[in-house]
């Protein structure tokens, strides 16, 4: 167990010599290869520069997670001109990098003893070696080299579980965690507002979609705001988590995703069930839970009215138009073409039922006349890529990480900790939901904050633990 006074960063000079002997070995490699002075200078600045984070897990980890929230990634530029920075893949590759070094150096400068795997950790490296063997045997079966090492870089994303579980020491480390998700998915739902503006036509009967991956992460950050609500907390929480809420839910209208109008309202009816699952079930309650859907819903209704009369009258019109698209599903040609992806993606799994049909296998897609490599289901992505051995091992880590969440929400006495944990599976819980409308549990970048959720969740389960064999 790691000392309470340690506080997440070496300290010692043995430590910093041998993150200084690292970068003067890449300053060497780097003028050995390109044989200019000129990127030992910047190996440099960036050394100081980055001296915090490459000195911190946490830092690292919370720095990386504020960048793929709050902006989005190339391809979205190209599609909308507004957006002039984007998220890089091979810097979040040198992120994780200097998070896994840090966590090496200080493993090996201070031992702590003997390790062991807990149960979860076993289930996400036999994930992780499952999408090892598929991208093996996408190589064999000729898959596309570009789509195998795509997908195997987002579903190796989830490694990042055990920096998170075992890199971090700080005690509080998850709440602020969540924090900097509402602050992140903040700045990302201005970001959104602005970019809707730049798109918006006037005397336009109904107002254009825009679309990003962002609006996802407030499948997470509106149950957390919500539970200020649902569990007990200050006047000034509840008003601070209301303010925060209106644009966040801007965002969520804006972005005309569905399957976000369905899975944030069903992880906020789950919150609400965790808030009464410790407590004796009354008609008080129900009828304080019935007033505060009343409040939300009529909040609801007022920022679509307010968007309304503020993009010329055509946010109501879309609205009803989405909402009607969503009662008929068996004549939306969108959704049509979907389940004739799923079809030939099952069509191709079913010839290695096991093991599936490896990373890289690809569809063609009759709408776009071209080839893709992801069907719009998370689980039906990981059986047709993996097989069912590969679908067993993914809903494992979901079933032991509800199973832990639930065993430290019913335990742990600190209030703000349970909200924090009941916020995850309520939120996660709609967010699996979702997937069976896209690939988000699978190729977004995101996939390093559903890893980080496992990990935090793990951490408070030892942490639980060892306070209660301390205890007894």
Not at 57 to 67: A, D, H, Q
Not at 214 to 219: E, K
Request: proline residues 3%; hydrophobic residues 55%; aromatic residues 18%.
């Amino acid at each position: 167990m790691y000392s309470r006074a340690f506080s997440d960063k070496i300290t010692s000079e043995g430590a910093k010599l041998f993150f200084l002997l690292i970068f003067m070995q890449l300053g060497l490699l780097f003028l050995a290869f390109f044989g200019s002075p000129y990127l030992i200078f910047l190996l440099i600045i960036g050394l100081f520069l980055l001296f915090r984070i490459a000195f911190s897990v946490k830092t690292t980890l919370f720095v990386l997670s504020f960048y793929i929230i709050s902006f989005p990634t190339y391809g979205w530029g190209k599609q909308y001109p507004f957006f002039k920075i984007f998220v890089s893949y091979p810097l979040v590759g040198v992120f994780i990098f200097l998070a896994i070094l840090f966590w090496l150096a200080r493993t090996a400068l201070q031992p702590q003893g003997q390790t062991y795997f807990t149960i979860q950790d076993i289930a996400v490296l036999a994930f992780l070696a499952l999408t090892v063997l598929s991208a093996f045997l996408g190589f064999v079966n000729g898959h596309p080299t570009k789509y195998i090492l795509k997908e195997l870089f987002f579903l190796g994303l989830y490694s990042v579980y055990f920096l998170a579980k075992d890199g971090i020491v700080e005690r509080n480390w998850v709440k602020q965690f969540w924090l900097l998700l509402v602050f992140a998915t903040l700045v990302a739902s201005i970001q959104f507002f602005l970019l809707a503006l730049s798109e918006a036509h006037a005397k336009e009967l109904l107002f254009a979609r825009v679309v990003t991956q962002q609006p996802h992460l407030a499948q997470l950050v509106v149950p957390y705001l919500v539970s200020f609500f649902l569990f007990p907390s200050s006047s000034r929480q509840k008003i601070f988590a209301l303010i925060l809420l209106i644009p966040i839910l801007i965002m969520v209208f804006l972005g005309q995703q569905r399957g976000l109008w369905i899975g944030i309202p069903f992880s906020v009816v789950l919150l609400w069930a965790f808030s009464i699952l410790k407590g004796r079930f009354s008609l008080r309650k129900i009828i304080k839970a019935m007033l505060m859907a009343i409040f939300f819903i009529s909040c609801a209704i007022s920022i679509l009215l307010l968007l309304d009369k503020f993009f010329g009258e055509s946010m109501v019109a879309t609205f009803l138009v989405r909402i009607d698209t969503l009662m008929q599903l068996s004549e939306d040609q969108s959704a049509l073409s979907r389940m004739a992806e799923i079809s030939t993606a099952l069509r191709q799994w079913k010839r290695n039922y096991l093991l599936g049909s490896g990373l890289g296998a690809t569809i063609y897609r009759v709408a776009t006349q071209g080839t893709y490599d992801i069907v719009d289901n998370s689980y039906i992505f990981i059986l047709w890529k993996a097989g069912l051995l590969g679908l067993f091992s993914y809903l494992t880590i979901i079933l032991l990480f509800f199973k832990r969440g639930l065993a430290v929400y019913k335990r742990s006495k600190d209030m703000p900790t349970r909200r924090v944990v009941a916020s995850s599976l309520a939120g996660f819980a709609g967010l699996m939901l979702i997937a069976l409308t896209n690939s988000s549990l699978m190729l977004y970048r995101f996939v390093i904050i559903w890893a980080i959720l496992f990990g935090s969740i793990e951490f408070l389960y030892k942490r639980l633990q060892g306070v209660e064999q301390a205890d007894t």
